[in-house]
């Protein structure tokens, strides 16, 4: 082979990895955004995996992502579950990282949020968009929970369900007819 021949070979090779690159490092970002739902693709990322607190209210919260869209901050919670399902767990979680984001930036953040539910073993994932609840309903919901671990409470309710009562975290403090559930 002549050296104009290998001189050819060796820039059609350099053209081929630049177009293959190129290629692969725009796929990225698309199948980055393919989980999104539409509303945030192209949106930027203005804090992720970031703590926020709210010192007047006593909140402390870790949030996946927030996007900055033309409306404003939004918030984005990934789950991964065997189940496509939204729990109201995850709406008070979001509610309350927005309160507290809200407080810590002195900045609004959109009453609405999204949960990004990826199935365990697919991968597949699917939005949902969620309406948080107001900052009076989290204060209730944190004055409620702060009554409950001080033992201030007489009244327990037993959650919905024996799955959720076996893996709560104050399970210890409910009233012995609530042990009973097992």
């Known amino acids: 082979m002549g050296t104009e021949m290998l001189g050819a070979v060796v820039a059609l090779l350099l053209l081929l990895s630049m177009f293959v690159f190129a290629c ?7 199948r980055a955004e393919a989980g ?9 990322i203005a804090y992720a995996e970031q703590t926020f607190r709210s010192n007047s209210r006593m909140l402390v919260a870790r949030i996946d992502r927030a996007y900055r869209t033309t409306a404003g901050l939004q918030l984005l919670e990934l789950k991964t579950r065997a189940r496509d399902a939204v729990y109201m767990a995850d709406v008070i979680e979001l509610s309350v990282q927005r309160v507290a984001m809200q407080d810590h930036l002195g900045e609004a953040v959109l009453p609405d949020a999204w949960v990004v539910v990826q199935h365990a073993e697919t991968g597949a994932r699917r939005t949902h968009r969620v309406t948080l609840l107001s900052t009076e309903e989290v204060a209730a919901h944190a004055r409620r929970f702060r009554a409950v671990q001080a033992g201030d409470v007489d ?10 009562c076996k893996k709560c975290g104050h399970r210890a403090r409910c009233n012995a007819r609530f042990h009973d559930r097992d």
Do not use: K
């Open 24 to 30: 692969l490092r725009g796929g990225t970002s698309d």
């Open 155 to 164: 009244q327990l309710t037993p959650a919905r369900s024996q799955r959720q």
């Open 36 to 44: 999104l739902p539409r509303e945030l693709r192209g949106a930027e």
